[in-house]
C-alpha cells in the first residue's frame, strides 16, 4: 500500500469515527479546546493571528474569532484560491463570511491579503494527527504549502478521541510543534502546560 492510500484508508476510518460522535461531546470538546487555546500565552500575545474557520465536522472555532477581533488583534482566516493553493486574508468582522470552495466559509475577494510572515500565531485544522503534530488533513495540500513558508507559532487542534499515534507521512508533510485537545496542550509529543 503507497503512502497516498494509506492517508485516504485512515481518512476514511477516522471521518467514520468522526461522524459516530456524540453531539455533546463535539460541542463539549469543542468549547474546552478553544478556551484552552485562548489561555496560550502566544496566541495571547500574538498581534497577527491565523486561524481556520472549523466546519460541522471540525472544531468550532468561532470562539477563537470572535476574542481574536474582540482583542483587537489582526484576524487571519484561509481563502482558497485554486486547487491546494489558499492566501492569509484579514478580516474584522465575522459577517465577512460567506460560503465558498468546499462549502467553507470564506472571507470575500476584496479582503486584505495577509503575508504569512507577518502571521505570529497560527492555528490549524487536521482529519487527525498524533501528540507529536504529525497531521493528515483532507488531502488537498493547503496546509501543507501553508507550513513550506511558515515559520510562526502554530498549534494543531483535534479531539482527543481522534487522535492518532501512527500518521503515515511523506516527505512533503510538515509536523506542527503544538497539538491541543480537550485534554490538554502537547509540545513536541510531550504534555506542557497552558502558561
Given at each position: 500500500m503507497?503512502?497516498q492510500?494509506?492517508k485516504q484508508?485512515l481518512?476514511?476510518?477516522?471521518?467514520?469515527?468522526?461522524?459516530?460522535?456524540?453531539?455533546?461531546?463535539?460541542?463539549?470538546?469543542?468549547?474546552?479546546?478553544a478556551h484552552r487555546?485562548?489561555?496560550?500565552?502566544?496566541?495571547?500575545?500574538?498581534?497577527?493571528?491565523f486561524c481556520?474557520v472549523?466546519t460541522?465536522?471540525?472544531?468550532?472555532t468561532?470562539?477563537?474569532?470572535?476574542d481574536?477581533l474582540?482583542?483587537?488583534?489582526t484576524?487571519?482566516?484561509p481563502l482558497?484560491?485554486?486547487?491546494?493553493r489558499?492566501?492569509?486574508?484579514?478580516?474584522?468582522?465575522?459577517?465577512q463570511?460567506v460560503?465558498g470552495r468546499y462549502?467553507?466559509l470564506?472571507?470575500?475577494?476584496?479582503?486584505?491579503?495577509?503575508?504569512?510572515?507577518?502571521?505570529?500565531?497560527a492555528?490549524l485544522?487536521?482529519?487527525?494527527?498524533?501528540?507529536?503534530?504529525?497531521?493528515?488533513?483532507?488531502?488537498?495540500g493547503?496546509?501543507?504549502r501553508?507550513?513550506?513558508?511558515?515559520?510562526?507559532g502554530?498549534?494543531?487542534?483535534?479531539r482527543?478521541?481522534l487522535?492518532?499515534?501512527?500518521i503515515p507521512v511523506?516527505?512533503?508533510?510538515?509536523?506542527?510543534?503544538?497539538v491541543?485537545?480537550?485534554?490538554?496542550?502537547y509540545?513536541?509529543g510531550?504534555?506542557?502546560?497552558l502558561?
Amino acid at each position: 500500500m503507497t503512502r497516498q492510500e494509506e492517508k485516504q484508508q485512515l481518512r476514511a476510518i477516522v471521518r467514520r469515527l468522526e461522524a459516530a460522535l456524540a453531539p455533546e461531546y463535539k460541542a463539549k470538546s469543542a468549547r474546552s479546546i478553544a478556551h484552552r487555546l485562548l489561555a496560550m500565552p502566544e496566541y495571547q500575545e500574538a498581534q497577527t493571528v491565523f486561524c481556520f474557520v472549523g466546519t460541522d465536522r471540525e472544531i468550532d472555532t468561532r470562539p477563537i474569532l470572535e476574542d481574536a477581533l474582540a482583542a483587537g488583534k489582526t484576524l487571519c482566516v484561509p481563502l482558497c484560491t485554486e486547487p491546494g493553493r489558499m492566501e492569509s486574508r484579514q478580516i474584522t468582522d465575522l459577517n465577512q463570511l460567506v460560503p465558498g470552495r468546499y462549502g467553507l466559509l470564506e472571507p470575500t475577494a476584496d479582503t486584505p491579503v495577509i503575508p504569512v510572515d507577518a502571521i505570529d500565531f497560527a492555528v490549524l485544522p487536521c482529519v487527525t494527527c498524533n501528540y507529536l503534530g504529525q497531521r493528515l488533513g483532507h488531502g488537498g495540500g493547503y496546509y501543507d504549502r501553508f507550513l513550506s513558508q511558515y515559520r510562526g507559532g502554530t498549534v494543531l487542534l483535534c479531539r482527543e478521541l481522534l487522535i492518532r499515534q501512527e500518521i503515515p507521512v511523506e516527505p512533503h508533510d510538515y509536523p506542527v510543534p503544538w497539538v491541543l485537545t480537550e485534554r490538554g496542550l502537547y509540545e513536541d509529543g510531550i504534555p506542557a502546560p497552558l502558561g
